[in-house]
């Protein structure tokens, strides 16, 4: 198929056809364990299915006769026996049109079976993916950069980038993509000095040139999927290029339809909030009833659904914690979305570092409607939802220092049956009881680090750093699993009080080259009990861990946008009495993402389920009405 450059545009189900048939021959080409090695226009045609029974003399007539020249050598030696003798020449052919036609991927002389790459590849010189340039080597992912960019010659009707030379071409990649990946910086800045060409950069790569281009250029909004297509299979470094299955699973939810799970969601937005509306001066302090406190950040840090499915409880930036009662037609069919505010806002002057809410919250019933903060500086306060008061304070203070310490992460088990709830901080686990407020401290204090002594008689197994992450085990024996932003992950027995079980690192496993991480920031467990749900910051995926194999990695979970510090929350839904759950998570790219049973998986697992739910950077929690699968936040 020779593309040529033209103002004319193809159309949008031309494109949105083509770009699927090409991924789809590329996902089987790479699941048969092969890299095409050279993906581009020239080697794909189209079948004919309605010329099956068209004759030569017909074809002629509409196309005229072939124009062929014999081919000879230019010193007149005979051609070797692999050369045609007869070259034919491309008939053109600009008014057909087969609804049916189907594009073929043809020309393996350059493939390679994965693991066996050659040494070099040869390249259309416009198409030379970035790894050939900066590390001298590739894989098959190489494929996924060059579909990134035929799809791009579909939808603007020209490639991306033309090539004067490698720094030329480098140049023109950063334009449209954004900043090259730290590793290759000081080669860049090398290339830069020894070139001869004007490589001025544009200065704003936010949002980047491509995406720039589609809100310019593309008016179809059935094609502004292709932009995050695009986006996913041009990326700089071929670790992070989403493979062609996930790219078709992504495609289907978006512009086929979205099909449901099986827990009967249907993503329709019923409600929303526009946080830009929040007050910037609330008229109560925390812990002051009078003054005012006014800030400008106001994004949402998490929400949190209450144990009755009544209410949403959100943190943001500017230190507010809010509840959010959802009417009770809430999932009436109407023409817009109904226009959510906040019932109460409770502004703190410090950070809030975690929130738990009471486990047996019911809106009908005042005195459980109850949460749990911890603020920086600050005793943890136990404050109502329904209004902004303090009702109680737990004081955890460094005997060192006599500071107060605020955990970064609360559990408020319905285990313990809402008489005691756990926190996590620098190296302890403590247990406080509700019913002591004030002073007294909390009733258990769990090291995470073992006392000199301890280490010198053997007993030197533990972890240190911030406690993050807290989760209790449903099952009855009721582990406590604790993680942290170190990476490390310890399991107690008796809910928290009774012996260290084991510990173990997640860093420098397998999956650490596919989806990253820098900390843990979430656990989750399983239904049954039995896998551990891993999520951190700066991660592109999650770990899945089986517990009753102590620190054994089971699989990872790909697919997942969350390269940012921010905590992004998931959650784990029961799907049947067997044990099947599904994994729900947000991105920042505005997509909500499933894996369905992903314990089931040895390795990595693409998405099951995507949904693009808006057009915003950051997608911070994504969880389940406990009391109704239709709704979610």
Known sequence: MNYTESEER???????????QLLEGIDFIHSAGIGHGDISSRNMAFSCKNLSTTTKEDLFHVLGAPESEQLTRLDGDQLSDSLPKILVKAAEWAEWVDEDEEIRIFDFGRSFPKGEEPVKLAQPSPLRAPETIF?????????????????YSFIFGMIPFHYL??????????????????????????MKKESNSALALNGDCQPTKLTRKFDDEVYDLRLRVLCLVTEQLMRFLPSERTPASAILSLMSSNV??????????????????????????????????????STDSNFFKGAEWTPDGTSVITTSANNSIRTFILPPDLLEKRESPLDLQPYSTFPSKEPVYATAIYPFFNLQDPSTTLILSSVRDHPIRLSSAL??????????????????IAPHSILYPSHLGGSQFITGSDSLICIFDVSRTGNEGP??????????????????????????????????DGILAAGTFTRN?????????????????????????????????????????????????????????????TGQLLGWLEGREATSNQRMKTDVIAVGDDGSHEVWAGGTDGMVRMWKNPHTTIGARQPDYSYKIHDGEFGTSQLINPQNNDTKV
């Open 443 to 476: 009733v258990s204090r769990l090291p995470t680090i073992p006392s000199k002594r301890k280490q010198i008689v053997g007993g030197g197994v533990g972890m240190k750093g911030i406690v993050s992450a807290l989760a209790m085990n449903p099952a009855q």
């Open 10 to 20: 193809l159309e949008t189900e031309v494109v949105l056809r083509m770009s699927r």
């Open 135 to 151: 590390e001298k080597s590739f894989d098959y992912k190489i494929d996924l950069w060059h579909a990134g960019c035929t799809i």
């Open 489 to 549: 992950i310890a399991l107690y027995g008796a809910r928290g009080s009774g012996e260290l079980i084991g510990t173990f690192s997640i860093a420098k496993t397998e999956a650490d080259s596919h989806i990253g991480g820098t900390g843990i920031t979430q656990l989750l467990w399983s239904p049954c009990g039995r896998y551990l749900y891993v999520v951190e910051r700066k991660s592109r995926g999650m770990l899945v861990y089986d517990i009753r194999v």
């Open 387 to 404: 209004s902004p008061q303090n009702l109680g304070t737990y004081s955890l203070i460094n005997p060192s220092t006599e500071a107060f």
């Open 165 to 190: 030379g490698d720094d030329y071409l480098v140049k023109q990649m950063i334009d449209l993509l954004g900043e090259l990946p730290q590793e290759w910086q000081t080669q860049w800045e090398c």
């Open 256 to 293: 086929e339809g979205s099909p449901e799970s099986e827990s009967g969601f249907d993503l329709t937005c019923m409600a929303i909030y526009n946080a830009l509306e929040i007050s910037k001066t609330p008229s109560v302090k925390s812990g002051s009833g009078k003054g005012s406190f």
